[in-house]
T-cell receptor, first 116, second 116 residues
Framework: GAVVSQHPSWVICKSGTSVKIECRSLDFQATTMFWYRQFPKQSLMLMATSNEGSKATYEQGVEKDKFLINHASLTLSTLTVTSAHPEDSSFYIC????????????FGDGTRLSIL | AQKITQTQPGMFVQEKEAVTLDCTYD???????LFWYKQPSSGEMIFLIY??????QNATEGRYSLNFQKARKSANLVISASQLGDSAMYFC?????????????FGQGTELSVKP
């Protein structure tokens, strides 16, 4: 089945640093990938839609300059949290869907980000 | 306006019994897809079952079935013969349109606890 790999699984870093999270579709091509954020005991909130070869589409309220998304190939999207602060600490999870119509989105295992 | 609503923050079920998790949705698009995902405490999102808006029959996948009532705009998940490993968060999600690249909108989630 379709597999999405997300790396790293855990990140702990100091306030002010930038953190890059990778999302790869391992056995299919994904022109579109999605990035979500999830706080404990809450639902997944869509942050942005990552489009291969073009700019990402951000949801309302998501800072474009804070959360940089790059989708340079059909199998890789990256999310960079720039100048991270403690309030950016969260669970970030990506997803991608094979091109076949009505295929479910497949999720990476998520990244737990802790900013000290 | 909330498009996906899960009104049960938490549910308990006895092992081996069946349980129904509620989900209602709202959309004006005649073409849409409904999904259920399971999220264990480890965080990964596990796809369970899919129902298309034009599907005539309720979807079933092993112990999971989807009680799709289109007129009532509900898509309840039924888990039969509950197992201890079913304890997790469960999310209902909707994708509008028939575009495989369409984003998912998630409900608030229901935390299911299976009692031995």
């Amino acid at each position: 089945g379709a597999v999405v790999s997300q790396h790293p699984s855990w990140v702990i870093c100091k306030s002010g640093t930038s953190v890059k999270i990778e999302c790869r579709s391992l056995d299919f091509q994904a022109t579109t990938m999605f990035w979500y954020r999830q706080f404990p005991k809450q639902s997944l909130m869509l942050m942005a839609t990552s489009n291969e070869g073009s700019k990402a589409t951000y949801e309302q309220g998501v800072e474009k300059d804070k959360f940089l998304i790059n989708h340079a190939s059909l199998t890789l999207s990256t999310l960079t949290v720039t100048s991270a602060h403690p309030e950016d600490s969260s669970f970030y999870i990506c997803s991608a869907s094979p091109r076949t119509v009505n295929q479910p989105q497949h999720f990476g295992d998520g990244t737990r980000l802790s900013i000290l | 306006a909330q498009k996906i609503t899960q009104t049960q923050p938490g549910m308990f079920v006895q092992e081996k019994e069946a349980v129904t998790l509620d989900c209602t949705y709202d959309t004006s698009d005649p073409s849409y897809g409904l999904f259920w995902y399971k999220q264990p405490s480890s965080g990964e999102m596990i796809f369970l079952i899919y129902q298309g808006s034009y599907d005539q029959q309720n979807a079933t996948e092993g112990r999971y079935s989807l009680n799709f009532q289109k007129a009532r705009k509900s898509a309840n998940l039924v888990i039969s013969a509950s197992q201890l490993g079913d304890s997790a968060m469960y999310f209902c999600a909707m994708r509008e349109g028939n575009n495989q690249g369409g984003k998912l909108i998630f409900g608030q989630g229901t935390e299911l606890s299976v009692k031995p």
